[in-house]
Nanobody, 118 residues
Framework: QAQLVESGGGDVQTGGSLRLSCVASQNIASPKFVGWYRQGPGDQRDFVASLTRADVADYADSVKGRFTISRDNAKNTLYLQMDSLKPEDTGVYYC????????????WGQGTKVTVSS
């Protein structure tokens, strides 16, 4: 399984932007799915965005139009550009890599914390 390391989290005010990065130990272009989840304080881990091997992106309704998922295959890095941030975007963001159709094939990073203040 791939090892994933996130970075780029931090504190930002409402309306601000952050770009999260996730560096993979293996080819970031080869998994069936890569993406991001987030976990707010006391909440479950929720889907944010994903990217298929064919570069088809999917987003949670709450972030559509504000977040953009992308990857740089040469750097084995997955990105999440977050614009127009809101306090409800606060949480720990985790990237994942899924090699097969089953979620049991997922690898997870350790998370990076994002705090959006009003």
């Amino acid at each position: 399984q791939a090892q994933l390391v996130e970075s780029g989290g931090g504190d930002v005010q409402t309306g601000g932007s952050l770009r999260l990065s996730c560096v993979a130990s293996q080819n970031i272009a080869s998994p069936k799915f890569v993406g991001w989840y987030r976990q707010g304080p006391g909440d479950q881990r929720d889907f944010v965005a994903s990217l298929t091997r064919a570069d088809v992106a999917d987003y949670a309704d709450s972030v559509k139009g504000r977040f953009t998922i992308s990857r740089d295959n040469a750097k084995n890095t997955l990105y999440l550009q977050m614009d127009s941030l809101k306090p409800e975007d606060t949480g720990v963001y985790y990237c994942y890599s899924q090699s097969g159709f089953s979620i049991t094939s997922r690898s997870w990073g350790q998370g990076t914390k994002v705090t959006v203040s009003s």
